[in-house]
């Protein structure tokens, strides 16, 4: 079971990494998405003409490892397997799209977090490449 507290860190990080992004001229296409009914994918965006699926890890600190060691191997198949899920579901598939990782560094409503995006942080998971 996850705390209250742990809980309302996963709300805020996504809530200030969707901030962020919207600053830099990103379009939010969905937050905390499940195409699978599964696996949930925290944001969803366009870069430009490209599609997004985010990883948002809220870290207290630096000292807890670099973001991309949170997502594990079986992190990012589950990730791949909800992005393909969403994919199948459009109309017309975009021509690019990517994984990225955003890091949110601080404390709930601590008042100047510290904002990094991980640009391609992963590719699609093996095992699903023949899919696509």
């Known amino acids: 079971m996850v705390s209250v507290t742990t809980r309302l860190a996963g709300w805020w990080g996504e809530w200030i990494a969707r901030r962020a992004l919207q600053r830099e001229g990103w ?79 601080g404390v709930p409503f601590s008042p100047y977090p510290t904002v990094r995006r991980i640009e391609n942080a992963f590719p699609l998971a093996e095992r699903y490449v023949r899919e696509f």
Do not use: T
């Open 27 to 105: 379009r939010i296409l969905g937050r905390r998405v499940r195409p699978d009914g599964r696996h949930e994918i925290d944001l969803i965006a366009r870069d430009g003409e490209v599609l997004v699926f985010i990883e948002v890890k809220m870290r207290r600190s630096e000292d807890f490892g670099p973001p991309a060691s949170a997502v594990n191997p079986a992190k990012r198949r589950a990730l791949s397997q909800a992005a393909l899920r969403y994919l199948k579901r459009l109309p017309s598939r975009p021509a690019y799209w990517r994984f990225d990782i955003v890091e949110v560094i």
